[in-house]
């Protein structure tokens, strides 16, 4: 099975990050997590994506705020699918500033953008790009989605 890296712009973003982790853990799709800033380290994110592919890597999660860079960088550097995920900060607007950034792709390099903060959904989406060529990950995102209905029609439920 591939791994996907989960690459933070900053330490500070590992709480909101973590939460992709804890989501392909328990799918058992494996993962790497590190930082690399798309201004303090280019080099580095620079050399990570470049080689992404031929160390193991399926997909890319970039989690990043203020100017967010970090997710176009790798992208510019790789034909591996990259997902940003803008990250709050207290500077602008709660990250709808790194939200724009990460969306605003020029032509030919894209990244696919989740909300902000959205690392759950950052790490599903890794998980639907893997499980098309791993059967058993699409059945485990089946199992999922059919347990997450099953709690709301339970919701309803209570309701009534």
Same mark, same amino acid.
């Given at each position: ?6 690459? @933070?712009? $900053? ?5 909101v990050?973590?939460k ?6 328990? *799918?058992?799709?494996?993962? =790497? ?11 580095? #994110?620079?050399? *990570? /994506?470049? %080689?992404?592919?031929? %160390?193991g890597?399926g997909?890319? &999660?970039?989690?990043?705020? @203020? ?5 176009? #960088?790798? /992208?510019? %550097?790789?034909?591996?699918?990259v997902?940003? &995920?803008? @990250?709050?900060?207290?500077?602008? $607007? ?14 030919? &390099?894209?990244?696919?953008?989740? /909300?902000? +903060? ?14 098309? =060529? +791993? #059967?058993s990950?699409? =059945?485990?995102l +089946? /199992?999922?989605? #059919?347990?997450?209905a =099953?709690k ?9």
């Amino acid at each position: 099975m591939k791994k996907v890296a989960i690459i @933070m712009g $900053s330490d500070s973003d590992l709480p909101v990050v973590r939460k992709a982790a804890d989501t392909l853990q328990s *799918f058992g799709v494996p993962y =790497e997590m590190h930082v690399y800033s798309a201004h303090r380290t280019p080099v580095q #994110a620079r050399d *990570f /994506a470049l %080689n992404a592919r031929n %160390n193991g890597f399926g997909v890319i &999660i970039a989690a990043a705020g @203020m100017a967010a860079h970090l997710a176009g #960088a790798l /992208a510019a %550097n790789t034909t591996l699918p990259v997902i940003g &995920i803008p @990250m709050k900060s207290t500077t602008f $607007s709660n990250g709808i500033d790194a939200l724009l950034s990460t969306v605003q792709m020029p032509s030919g &390099i894209p990244v696919a953008t989740v /909300a902000v +903060d959205g690392a759950v959904n950052a790490a599903l989406l890794s998980i639907q790009i893997l499980a098309v =060529e +791993d #059967a058993s990950l699409a =059945e485990k995102l +089946d /199992a999922k989605r #059919a347990a997450d209905a =099953e709690k709301v029609l339970e919701k309803d439920a209570a309701l009534q």
